[in-house]
């Protein structure tokens, strides 16, 4: 089995350098590594190139190209030039641990009708300790969320795999038949929530077969740069919301989970704006639905969606 790793990055050579060198430390290296560079200048690259230098070799694929726009055209870009049989998604702010790859391709040997699988987070952030259950509260039905809860908790080896449509694409790897069905979103500036959209978009076409995989484990050090203020992170959560939404809405059962959604993101966003003293955390966070009901839907490679 050949497995490519993206890392698509912006701006932030200092934690390139470290996700790459957690890369190229891995007991199963990728066969290829490709990184896809919006950044204007040529620091992120020039780092990269001083730490392949020596030592342990990597092949290396470097994009640099300041016409990709974002994220999600970042990883349209990778997936058309990956080869191999997996395709797994990084994010340039992480640290693997020595065994991700190793993990995962044990996950897709062991299980051949998987499609998709993404692993955990081991470093989340302090959370309230009703966090996780207010969190199910309100992500209900088509909103349902299993990851939150597991991310963190995870040790050892040996976990079964749990089978989920919402991947995270930071740590995602998906058989590259996968992008041969399902295009990727580039139209409806999506961010946020384009991992969902893409996974879920996935499951609709190929049915239950994505996973998580819990044996799979990095580190994500968020940096600073490239990150929305509280008020902007608001109210681009709030608009991806409604978009994801309107992409996959099938009844009245999702009209009332959206509703109910939405109830529990206006308290997150209060919570927000009482935590770092913003109001602003609020107000972007209405302002957000009102740019999510006025969205309309752009086609995404000829079918609006597919």
Known sequence: ?????????????????????SVRGQ???????IVV???PGDESHRAVEALLAGGTPLCVDYVHDTT???????KRVAAGRAGGDIVCFLEDDIVLEPDYFEQIERGFTGCPEMLGCCGVVTNLPPLPAFYVGLFHLFHRGMFADCRVGIYGFAQGRGH???????LSGGLSAYRREVFEAVPFDTANQLFMTEDIDFSTRAARRFGARFFLNPNARLAHYMSPFNRDAVGARQRRKAREFCVFYKKRRQGLADAFAFT????GLAIEAGFAAIRHRRPAALGGFFAG?????????????????P
């Open 68 to 74: 990709i726009t974002g994220l999600v055209d970042a």
């Open 27 to 33: 007991t199963r290296r990728p066969d290829t590594l």
């Open 289 to 305: 639905v009102t740019d999510g009901l006025r969205w309309r839907l752009r086609e995404i490679g000829g079918s609006k969606n």
């Open 160 to 166: 079964a795999l749990i089978p989920s449509d919402y």
């Open 260 to 263: 109910w959604l939405l109830c």
């Open 37 to 39: 560079d919006q950044s």
């Open 1 to 21: 089995m050949r497995l490519t790793a993206v890392i698509p990055t912006r701006n932030r050579p200092a934690d390139l350098v470290k996700a790459v060198d």
